[in-house]
T-cell receptor
Framework: DTGVSQDPRHKITKRGQNVTFRCDPI?????LYWYRQTLGQGPEFLTY????????KSRLLSDRFSAERPKGSFSTLEIQRTEQGDSAMYLC?????????FGPGTRLTVL | QKEVEQNSGPLSVPEGAIASLNCTYS??????FFWYRQYSGKSPELIMS????GDKEDGRFTAQLNKASQYVSLLIRDSQPSDSATYLC?????????????FGQGTRLTINP
């Protein structure tokens, strides 16, 4: 257990529904990252927060995706109008410097 | 060309032998390099970080970095069945003041008893 928690651990939804995931980083870590991982591939960067500021967004993050980190603590990742291609493991990581520690992930299945 | 490349394997090694995992990267400006282990259905777990050319040892694991050749490797000595997992090479990339990890696709390692 790295100290990064994610909720829920599994989510099954129907195409077109909205879903929201939560990440709680290690308490003293000011940097928070979201990644997406599909089967047989390494994680792909989605977005990065330093404190409450979202500093970088990948082109993978379409308009249907939005992430927030209010007050620089926990973060949420919302996917609107889910598509079957959104099925993946969504990973959150946090760091104080450049070493990132990953949470257990949220596995999303879109039917 | 992919930014971080690994042989996807599978790599099969007998128990007790040395497993050698390799990774190349394209961004010459990268300064931080990491190896993560990922068991099936689980999230990546940090094994090693390396920042300077040469070797870094931690128990049965040795990371090697050659920035001139843009090459990172991980050696696992006295391989155990519990080492069977996918090993992810990750390179820290700085973009507009923000850092992100760029991962290879991972090498699947199987240790045969």
């Amino acid at each position: 257990d790295t100290g990064v928690s994610q909720d829920p651990r599994h989510k099954i939804t129907k195409r077109g529904q909205n879903v929201t995931f939560r990440c709680d980083p290690i308490s003293e870590h000011n940097r928070l990252y979201w990644y997406r991982q599909t089967l047989g591939q390494g994680p792909e960067f989605l977005t990065y927060f330093q404190n409450e500021a979202q500093l970088e967004k990948s082109r993978l993050l379409s308009d249907r995706f939005s992430a927030e980190r209010p007050k620089g603590s926990f973060s949420t990742l919302e996917i609107q109008r889910t598509e079957q291609g959104d099925s993946a493991m969504y990973l959150c990581a946090s760091s104080r410097a450049d070493t990132q520690y990953f949470g257990p992930g949220t596995r999303l299945t879109v039917l | 060309q992919k930014e971080v490349e690994q042989n996807s394997g599978p790599l099969s090694v007998p128990e007790g032998a040395i497993a050698s995992l390799n990774c190349t990267y394209s961004d010459r400006g990268s300064q931080s390099f990491f190896w993560y282990r990922q068991y099936s259905g689980k999230s990546p777990e940090l094994i090693m970080s390396i920042y300077s050319n040469g070797d870094k040892e931690d128990g049965r694991f040795t990371a090697q970095l050659n920035k001139a050749s843009q090459y990172v490797s991980l050696l696992i000595r006295d391989s155990q069945p519990s080492d069977s997992a996918t090993y992810l090479c990750a390179v820290n990339t700085l973009i507009q003041g923000a850092q992100k990890l760029v991962f290879g696709q991972g090498t699947r390692l199987t240790i045969n008893p």
